[in-house]
């Protein structure tokens, strides 16, 4: 199976109740829920090589290089902000408790504390400093201090999906019992219209596994909501993916909408979860229009010591000539009137009309599935 990013799966867990007890003497930092998602992603070994919330020396080289210190590739800083108030009883070296719904769930040890520059931060991540964009809004949100350190997770997040909430320890388990040794991971924070399924079972023609890998955690207003996107795959699966094939689990971090870098990023979770291969598609983790098309596709020209291996889709569409979905790879008439483009404006709106989009563009199933709910989307 493939090695983990780094070459080893880290684990900080420490779900003795000792521990929890210990921590409640120390000086205390709440976290969000989704600032607790990433900390038991770090805990579980889903952001390995990292053990903890970055150093300086690596946040430093992450937006200078999209690489950690020992050259490691890594494009998205992993980090937890401290006002000047939380900080004015805390010092390097000390242990902190991260707090969650009044119980400390997890320990950082505070090895380096420091200030940043939002402006840098924004710019290196996000290409633009724009307050448009959601994830430089993020940043600029953010308190003025960072504290880097290894961490101890000592109780996992709620989810509402624990059927499908698997650990990389957990997916490679699972794809070595089914005996899958190429697997491609399919990142998605939408509901599957018909050329979502294209992509998904061209790539599945030359591995042995899928895995579906939706984004759960905080995403932008119009966004599908988590509950949605989890019921329209499961019609999916029901009816249109053979048995055995391929498998769902979720990652629950929040979307940055950082494109390139975060198509990095998330390439280097599929990797630790066992995943050989992974879908990189047009615009990817993009929003608005602060990146090209394919701008995804290039950074990876940039890390060809990734350890895992893109597979790049490009236009795909409904040709009523070909009449079947396909690429511009592969069909003559794109551009013409034969062109049928997936829309997914267009097909969200219909949707929360309470209208079925045409068949060419999402299976009936996953439409009703969407539809059952009475709203759909993030508000």
Not at 9 to 17: A, C, T
Request: charge should be negative; glycine fraction near 8%; hydrophobic fraction near 35%.
């Amino acid at each position: 199976m493939i090695a983990p990013h780094g070459g080893k799966l880290v684990k900080r867990i420490d779900f003795d109740g000792r521990t929890k007890e210990e921590a409640k003497d120390l000086p205390k930092k709440e976290i969000s829920l989704d600032k607790f998602r990433d900390l038991a992603n770090i805990g579980h070994g889903l952001f390995s090589p990292l053990e903890g919330y970055m150093v300086w020396k690596d946040f430093d080289n992450v937006l200078r290089e999209g690489r950690l210190e020992n050259d490691v590739p890594w494009t998205v800083p992993i980090v937890l902000d401290f006002s000047e108030e939380e900080l004015k009883d805390i010092q390097e070296g000390d242990r902190i408790a991260l707090v969650y719904d009044g119980r400390p769930v997890g320990i950082l040890h505070a090895e380096d504390i420091y200030e940043y520059d939002k402006v840098r931060y924004a710019k290196s991540v996000f290409g633009t400093d724009s307050m448009e964009h959601p994830g430089v809004q993020n940043v600029f949100a953010m308190e003025d201090h960072l504290v880097g350190g290894n961490i101890l997770l000592l109780e996992d997040p709620p989810t509402q999906f624990p059927e499908y909430r698997l650990w990389p320890e957990d997916t490679r388990v699972l794809f070595r019992e089914k005996g899958w040794k190429k697997i491609v991971g399919f990142q998605t924070r939408n509901t599957p219209h018909i050329g979502h399924e294209y992509v998904q079972k061209a790539a599945l023609t030359v591995v042995d596994g899928l895995l579906i890998n939706p984004l759960i955690g905080k995403k932008k207003k119009g966004d599908f909501r988590d509950d949605v996107i989890i019921k329209a795959y499961e019609a999916l699966f029901e009816e249109y993916y053979p048995k055995g094939t391929a498998t769902m689990s979720i990652i629950e971090t929040e979307m940055r909408y950082a494109g390139p870098r975060e198509a990095i990023f998330h390439a280097i979770m599929r990797k630790n979860l066992g995943c050989t291969h992974f879908i990189v598609g047009r615009d990817h983790a993009g929003v608005g229009k602060f990146y090209g098309p394919f701008d995804a596709h290039k950074i990876f020209r940039e890390y060809p010591d990734l350890g895992i291996e893109p597979i790049f889709f490009r236009s795909f569409y409904y040709c009523d000539k070909c009449r079947a979905v396909v690429s511009d790879k592969i069909c003559p008439h794109e551009g013409s009137e034969h062109q049928i483009n997936f829309s997914g404006t267009a097909i969200r709106q219909m949707l929360v009309e309470g209208k079925r989009p045409p068949e060419d563009m999402m299976r009936p199933e996953v439409a009703d599935a969407i539809i059952s709910f009475d709203n759909p989307l993030v508000e």
